[in-house]
């Protein structure tokens, strides 16, 4: 989901699979101002979707005690918040979900949103460890929460920024919400040259252009909540959603 940029979508007269980050914060602003979407409500819809999207990926009856545990790093901004409910639901699916946290945030939604992590025993780690084989040895997978399309390492701070560092060096699955932290959500550049190189990618409403750079395993759209006449104005053209899935493999 986007935190970022308030101007209208640009003409779209032909199909597209992408959306840029100004048609993202213009499809998020319809569905808050026009569909009367909550904003609590799409960071829900977002993070059980990705949460869906692990489990498709690693289904719990094919892994080890070890593998189900999953380390969900989260940034201060809205990713961070998707982050928060991802790692709830994975609870719920019974896998094992660890929380790095480190810029809490001020804002109310995520508050609550750790609170609930809290009273379901959520574990939340104090720091990240800086020797890599210890992640490596205590966790199945991550997921990275940390930052989403518009927001730069620098704005957050060292404590994101530092394990932003620390998952590039990570040997174990990695699955990103959105965009890769630290991508440039329209090229993929900046820190997606040298940056994080997720085995899974998770769009949120639609994929941003970085996508296209994508080369991981799983590339999954979690959108199935945008309603028809909002695809069709931003001209979206994404594969149609399997059942009662709330994701679509890309």
């Avoid at 970022?4 to 032909?14: F, G, L, N, T, V």
């Avoid at 379901?120 to 990240?128: A, G, K, N, Q």
């Avoid at 997720?198 to 941003?208: E, H, I, N, Q």
């Amino acid at each position: 989901m986007s935190s970022a940029a308030r101007s209208d979508p640009a003409e779209a007269p032909e199909e597209r699979r992408f959306l840029s980050t100004a048609e993202a914060a213009a499809l998020e602003r319809e569905l808050l101002e026009d569909y009367r979407f909550g904003r609590q409500q799409l960071v829900e819809l977002c993070g059980h979707a990705s949460a869906v999207a692990v489990t498709k990926v690693f289904p719990l009856p094919t892994l080890s005690r070890k593998q189900r545990t999953v380390l969900v790093v989260c940034g201060p901004e809205q990713n961070g918040a998707v982050g928060l409910v991802c790692a709830r639901h994975l609870r719920m699916f019974e896998y094992e979900p660890t929380i790095f946290y480190p810029t809490r945030s001020l804002d109310g939604l995520h508050q609550d949103l750790t609170t609930q992590c809290e009273k379901m025993d959520i574990p939340f780690l104090s720091y990240l460890p800086t020797e890599v084989q210890l992640i490596n040895d205590a966790y199945g997978l991550v997921v990275d929460a940390v930052l989403g399309p518009g927001v730069q390492p620098g704005e957050i701070g060292g404590p994101c920024t530092r394990a932003l560092a620390t998952l590039k060096l990570l040997s174990i699955p990695l699955v990103s919400l959105d965009i890769p932290s630290g991508w440039d959500a329209e090229t993929g550049g900046g820190d997606g040259e040298d940056g994080l190189r997720p085995d899974v990618l998770v769009s949120l409403a639609a994929p941003k252009p970085c996508a296209g750079r994508f080369s991981g395993r799983h590339h999954f759209v979690a959108g199935r909540f945008v309603p028809d006449d909002v695809r069709r104005k931003f001209a979206l053209r994404l594969p149609g959603y399997t059942g009662t899935d709330c994701v679509a493999a890309l």
